[in-house]
């Protein structure tokens, strides 16, 4: 089963993306995405 979630950039602070992650994971999600507030690719982080 898998439930969404949004990534924020760790720079600016703006959400960006939403992706679907695997339930049964504990840990979070960090992806390399490109941001269009940065405009540059940085890592985004899972949000609570």
Not at 15 to 37: G, H, I, M, Q, W
Request: hydrophobic share 30%; charged share 35%; glycine share 2%.
């Amino acid at each position: 089963m898998k439930k969404k979630v949004a990534l924020v950039c760790a720079v600016c602070g703006s959400r960006n993306y939403v992706t679907d992650k695997n339930k049964e994971d504990a840990t979070r999600l960090e992806l390399k995405k490109f941001c269009k507030s940065c405009n540059a690719h940085t890592i985004h982080k899972e949000t609570k």
